[in-house]
């Protein structure tokens, strides 16, 4: 596993803060991600986790700090607004409408159309379904049509729907929350399997996990949130125990890189 080291992250958050009333949930939280890399975003129940990735994504406006995008600072307003920046996040319960079929749910929102008539528009079925069909491949999805509906999928095939149409748009970073969980081990070597192809095919991608061993196995670089704060930020290395006891330790507040600096 190894670090990239471009010099201008592909997304920089600087000094987040979140409150819900009394409660801060983010306390001045700093995290970089640069191309082509797989960030680790571990901690325990209330770290700040999601919260830090809901801001990231424009579902939450911060109560103070900066975002930049490839250098640039932006100030995202909505979920909408992060998805044209480049932003894209993929749920734990996938937010796919089971009702429709593959090709319909990954150009939900994004749909295209083929004739305007006034107020009318007529879909491009035949284009949406056959760029359904390259994606599939390309990111090698197996499934077993594009016209199935979504709710006749495993929950294996319908995180990796999920994860492809966050894939479809050209997204700068993908954002992905919990995307093993409550998955057979089958269906989580192929969610696995398929980070690593994204990886290969140039994508920067923030994991949020409470599978360590998931983190250690596809991450070239680790976060560790506790209580709203950033306690860790490190390539992923050594053994698999060494590393679980190490990222318990943070998660535990045995260990904290940033306390000291911090305190001065």
Known sequence: MSQAVEKTPVVEMRNIKKNFGAVQALRGVDLALFHNEVLGLVGDNAAGKST???VLSGAYVPDDGEIYIEGEPVHFSSPMHARRMGIEMVYQDYAL??????????FM?????????GPIG???YQYMEQE??????????DIPSVRQKVERLSGGQRQAVAIARATAFDAKVIIMDEPTAALSVAAIDKVLELVDQLKA???SII???HRLEDVYRVSDRMIVLRHGRKVCDTVVEGDIQEFRERVVAYMIGARDDFAEREAS
């Open 52 to 54: 830090l990735m809901k």
């Open 97 to 106: 409408a089971n009702n429709l079929d593959v090709s319909a749910n990954v």
């Open 109 to 117: 929102g994004r749909e295209v159309v083929r004739i305007n008539l």
């Open 122 to 124: 007529v879909l491009d």
């Open 132 to 141: 359904t069909r390259n994606l599939m491949d390309r990111l090698k999805i």
């Open 201 to 203: 095919h140039g994508a």
């Open 207 to 209: 994991l949020i996990s």
